[in-house]
């Protein structure tokens, strides 16, 4: 069975410094898809960035990165230049779908990572 | 353009009363999801949809219904509501979960609704 474990409950880092999240997952597949949520205390969840397993090159978004470690089935967040409204729960998902409607779907989060980000 | 709403946002039950939250998208998505949110474990799938008139269990489906009967909504319902059921429902919705086709697999949750069973 798939897992996802963020294993950094909460983390603080200063404004304009840069922060990396981890996260570990655990899987048999070979083609998946990762992402990382932000969901602020406003409780939305936001999509900050995804990653196909089949690609090797990192994703990028702004000051959002992940370093994506396939055979360690790691997929790390990096935070560049932090800004207060960075303060946020971050959740780590691993995504799976079978072929055809009848596949088995599979979208599995961790348990997230609480960062505050300080003036 | 909405995106994702649910109704409702707050919701106290006592236990063995039955209600329905109702999850709404205006993207044209053909998948839909219900999830609930509880302290220390993230998200867990609870049903899911991929089109009108199909559902499909998740991970912790039991206590739970759903429908699908029109493409822009999900329905879920508890029957018999326990304190077990307390949590924060979301609702989400995507294109297509195709990996063929670019970017459709990324999730658009809804706001959230609050439930507390007493």
């Known amino acids: 069975a798939q897992t996802v474990t963020q294993s950094q409950p909460e983390m603080s880092v200063q404004e304009a410094e840069t922060v990396t999240l981890s996260c570990t997952y655990d899987t048999s597949e070979n083609n998946y898809y990762l992402f990382w949520y932000k969901q602020p205390p406003s409780r939305q969840m936001i999509l900050v960035i995804r990653?196909?397993?089949?690609?090797?090159q990192n994703a990028t978004e702004n000051r959002f990165s992940v370093n994506f470690q396939k055979a360690a089935k790691s997929f790390s967040l990096k935070i560049s230049d932090s800004q207060l409204g960075d303060t946020a729960m971050y959740f780590c998902?691993?995504?799976?779908?079978?072929?055809?409607?009848?596949?088995?779907?599979?979208?599995?989060f961790g348990t997230g990572t609480r960062l505050k980000v300080l003036a | 353009n909405a995106g994702v709403t649910q109704t409702p946002k707050f919701r106290v039950l006592k236990t063995g009363q039955s209600m329905t939250l109702l999850c709404a998208q205006d993207m044209n998505h053909e998948y839909m999801y219900w999830y609930r949110q509880d302290p220390g474990m993230g998200l867990r799938l609870i049903h899911y949809s991929v089109g009108e008139g199909t559902t499909a269990k998740g991970e912790v489906p039991d206590g739970y219904n759903v429908s699908r009967l029109k493409k822009q909504n999900f329905l879920l319902g508890l029957e018999s509501a326990a304190p077990s059921q307390t949590s924060v429902y979301f609702c989400?919705?995507?294109?297509?979960?195709?990996?063929?086709?670019?970017?459709?697999?990324?999730?658009?949750f809804g706001p959230g609704t609050r439930l507390t069973v007493l």
């Open positions: 990653q196909e397993a089949y690609k090797q």
């Open positions: 989400a919705s995507s294109y297509s979960i195709d990996p063929g086709l670019a970017d459709t697999d990324t999730q658009y």
């Open positions: 998902a691993f995504m799976k779908h079978g072929l055809g409607i009848g596949g088995t779907y599979k979208y599995i």
